[in-house]
Structure formats: structure tokens, C-alpha cells
């Protein structure tokens, strides 16, 4: 059942569309990504979602509310963490969850939901001296405070060190298993492929891919890549003449063969054959980075402001 549905949704600012017919639905209990560069029109989009933009056109309903219209009732069902999300410095994390919890007709457990995202030695803190990832965590808590059906999530991971954002994705894929449907906004390819059940990719406000993970790096028709060193030269025919190999070219000392399939044993097959010592050799599978490029002709930008 879907949860969230988007139809033909437009919106334009002066003489600028910044989305654009775009559509999508979100169904029942999956995290579903919504992943593009900046100015693809991803915050706007989810600003229609949140009843804080009005659509220029097209039809926008989450659990089959009109998100301006019925505002209020709205607010009941959705928990958002934005991506700028600021609390006063010296408002301590208890009373941030206390305060959020009193907008709410039937609110979390506030000390549970402290446990379950380990903030409990932290209740007595204020906001200026959490860490990163401990004012991540709290922004979770503060959208599930309502006991949402639904959670928005924005570029919930920007900024982190590895450790915190491999922590908050944990924490994730812990909120879904409550039986929280989870819009995921971001610009982090590893944590799209790690989190999403499916994905819509925007570019220029338009939705230019929606799949899986697995299904939009294979509908980009992306390659595995074969990376090995070896002594001395050899003739590069050897491996191009194979039907998985689409092409073999040199890279800062090593050789590269692109291709699909069981690309690593008929290379290293083919290799042997024709007594060519291959070493540190290794599989680079296609990633969803590779889909990205395939359908929108440009790599994303890691730091950019999405």
C-alpha cells in the first residue's frame, strides 16, 4: 500500500522549474531514496511533501492527506528531520524531546526513546556541547518523538566521521523495523545502496531513474572493473577479442579490463593461457556511482550542498 504519492508534481520560482513532472509513491514500511545534486529539485520536492511549499500543479497526498489543506492532521502521522535543524545552545536534550513531545496528542515514550538511541547519559546535556553524531541522534529522536507512521530524513549523515554515520545508519534501518516508513533524502551513494529498498533519482527536477539499488546499476548497463599489475608488457588483443571484455586500457601502472559477467575468471583464465603473470589483482564491482554518471552524464559531487 502506497504511504506516499506524488503525480505529475511541478513548481516553479519566477521563470525557473525547479521540479518538474515528477512522480513517485512510496509503499508501506520501505526506506525509499531520494538522491540527486544540488539543485535537482530533492528539497523542494519533499518541502511539497511537508506541507511547506504549495505544488504549482499535480497531486501530492501522504497517507492520502492533502499536505497543505489538512496541515495539521498531518503533523500527527510525519516526523521530519531537516538538514539544517538548529535547537537553542543551552536547551538540554531531555527538555528539547519534552518540548517537541508536547506537540503531539500520543507521543513516544520520551526516557525509551532516549534508550533506544543511546542518549540517555546525555539527557542533562545542552545542545551546543553534543557531538556530532550525538546531535544527529537527538534530531532522530525528534522526529520520532510523535510516534510517526512516516519519518522524512535529510541528508541525515552530512558531516559525520565514518564510525558516526555507520552508527545512524544502524539506527535507520532500526526505525523501518518499527514499522516506520522512511523517506531518505541524500547526496551519500554508499548509504543509498546501503539503506534504500528503492531509489528516484533527480536531475534538473525531473525523476531520470527509479529502481532498486541492483536495478538501476544494471539498467545503466554499468561495468565491473578488473584491476592487476603485471612485469611486463603484453598485447592487449588478448583480452579484448572476449566477449565479457568491453574494454582494456592502462591506469597510473596498472591494467584495467572493463566488462560484465564472470569477468574475473576469464581474464585470469585468459591471462594464464598466454603466460602473463598477473599481480595484485582485484574485482571492482559497478556501483550505484556508476549509475549516477549513466543516467545523469556526471559524477556526484561528494561535498557539494544537496
Not at 505544488?55 to 528531520?81: I, M, S, T
Not at 515514550?109 to 546535556?125: A, C, Q
Request: aromatic share 4%.
Amino acid at each position: 500500500m502506497a504511504v506516499l504519492e506524488v503525480d505529475g508534481l511541478r513548481k516553479q520560482y519566477d521563470d525557473t522549474v525547479v521540479v518538474d513532472d515528477v512522480s513517485f509513491d512510496v509503499a508501506q514500511g520501505e526506506i525509499f531514496g531520494i538522491l540527486g545534486p544540488n539543485g535537482a529539485g530533492k528539497t523542494t520536492t519533499v518541502e511539497c511533501l511537508e506541507g511547506l511549499r504549495v505544488p504549482d500543479a499535480g497531486h501530492v497526498r501522504v497517507l492520502g492527506l492533502d499536505p497543505h489543506r489538512e496541515r495539521a492532521k498531518l503533523r500527527q502521522v510525519l516526523g521530519v528531520q531537516l538538514q539544517k535543524g538548529m535547537l537553542p545552545e543551552k536547551l538540554r536534550v531531555r527538555e528539547a524531546l519534552a518540548l517537541y513531545r508536547s506537540f503531539y496528542r500520543d507521543g513516544a515514550d520520551i526516557d525509551r526513546l532516549l534508550d533506544d538511541l543511546r542518549l540517555t547519559e546525555k539527557r542533562n546535556t545542552a545542545f551546543e556541547d553534543l557531538s556530532g553524531g550525538q546531535a544527529q541522534r537527538l534530531a532522530i529522536a525528534l522526529a520520532l518523538v510523535g510516534k510517526p507512521r512516516i519519518a522524512i530524513l535529510d541528508e541525515l549523515t552530512t558531516g559525520l566521521d565514518p564510525r558516526a554515520r555507520e552508527d545512524t545508519w544502524e539506527l535507520i534501518e532500526q526505525i523501518r523495523a518499527t514499522g516506520v516508513t522512511v523517506l531518505l533524502v541524500t547526496h551519500f551513494m554508499a548509504e543509498a545502496q546501503r539503506l534504500c529498498d528503492r531509489i528516484a533519482i533527480l536531475d534538473r527536477g525531473k525523476v531520470v531513474a527509479l529502481d532498486t539499488p541492483g536495478g538501476l546499476i544494471a539498467a545503466a548497463g554499468a561495468q565491473q572493473r578488473v584491476r592487476f599489475r603485471t612485469s611486463e608488457s603484453f598485447d592487449t588483443a588478448v583480452l579484448e577479442r572476449l566477449g565479457e571484455v568491453s574494454e582494456v586500457r592502462a591506469e597510473r601502472g596498472e591494467m584495467v579490463v572493463f566488462g560484465t559477467g564472470d569477468l574475473l575468471r576469464v581474464v585470469s583464465t585468459e591471462l594464464a593461457n598466454h603466460g602473463i603473470a598477473a599481480t595484485e589483482t582485484r574485482v571492482e564491482h559497478a556501483t550505484l556511482d556508476d549509475a549516477f554518471l549513466a543516467f545523469t552524464g556526471r559524477a556526484m559531487d561528494a561535498h557539494e550542498n544537496v
